[in-house]
């Protein structure tokens, strides 16, 4: 019976270590995968280098197409508060190979060496951006409406679409869009457009309930 208990405890001793093994071989393996499989660094490791970039926007002619402080060309978006709109990773990925991530887009895919040199142009559009207090926007207007455009107006939304007197006409013409659109469903659209849209070009920008609130009140305004 001792000897038969002993048997059994290397057994299930046995059984448990050839359970650790392949857990860790699963382990590693899913890491692998995650990693694409490849030892190489991900897109996400890469470090731009902002001075770098500069040049290389010039040097690309990056202007021919979009503006910075809505002084250039019009045909693609402003791209002074792009850093807002979309996260580092997200731009990366559309430069590197806009129709992948978007197949309507007019962008074109550029002969990049390598996915550093859409890491430097990311990292210089980075230190375009000008950061949003919400609070103090919030704090310094006197209704929903005027928050409302405050928002419009710090996000740049005229980058894509036109709004009165201003903007680019790619995208919806929001001038007399509450005239279309209850405000309801306009603060659902603002608040996760992927959730209603999969897909769509416009961006999430983490408005709150309030915030895009506010922002519906305002383009309801102009009808």
């Known amino acids: ?130 950061p949003v207090d919400r609070g103090a926007l919030r704090n310094a207007s006197t209704s929903p409406v005027e928050f409302g455009k405050a928002l419009v107006t710090a996000f740049d939304c005229r980058a894509c679409h036109i709004i009165q007197d201003g903007g680019r006409p790619r995208y919806p013409n929001l001038t007399h869009i509450g005239s279309k659109i209850y405000p309801e469903w306009e603060q659902e659209w603002l608040k996760d457009p992927q959730k209603i849209k999969p897909g769509t070009f416009m961006p999430t920008f983490g408005f709150t309930e309030d915030e895009a609130k506010a922002i519906a009140a305002y383009l309801d305004s102009l009808k």
């Not at 857990?23 to 490849?38: D, K, R, W, Y």
């Not at 902002?50 to 250039?72: E, I, M, P, T």
């Open 1 to 130: 019976m001792k000897a038969s208990a002993k048997q059994s405890s290397i057994f299930q001793a046995g059984l448990t270590a050839a359970w650790l093994t392949s857990l860790v071989i699963l382990t590693q393996g899913s890491q692998v995968f995650a990693a694409g499989g490849t030892a190489s660094p991900a897109a996400s490791t890469l470090v731009g280098r902002a001075d770098v970039g500069a040049k290389l926007f010039d040097r690309s002619d990056c202007r021919n197409c979009h503006s910075v402080n809505h002084q250039g060309s019009e045909v693609g978006p402003d791209l002074t508060q792009v850093g807002l709109r979309r996260a580092p990773d997200k731009l990366l990925e559309f430069i590197y190979d806009p129709e992948d991530q978007f197949p309507d887009t007019k962008m074109p895919r550029f002969p990049w060496k390598n996915k550093q040199e859409v890491a430097d142009i990311v990292a210089y559009l980075q230190t375009l951006k000008k």
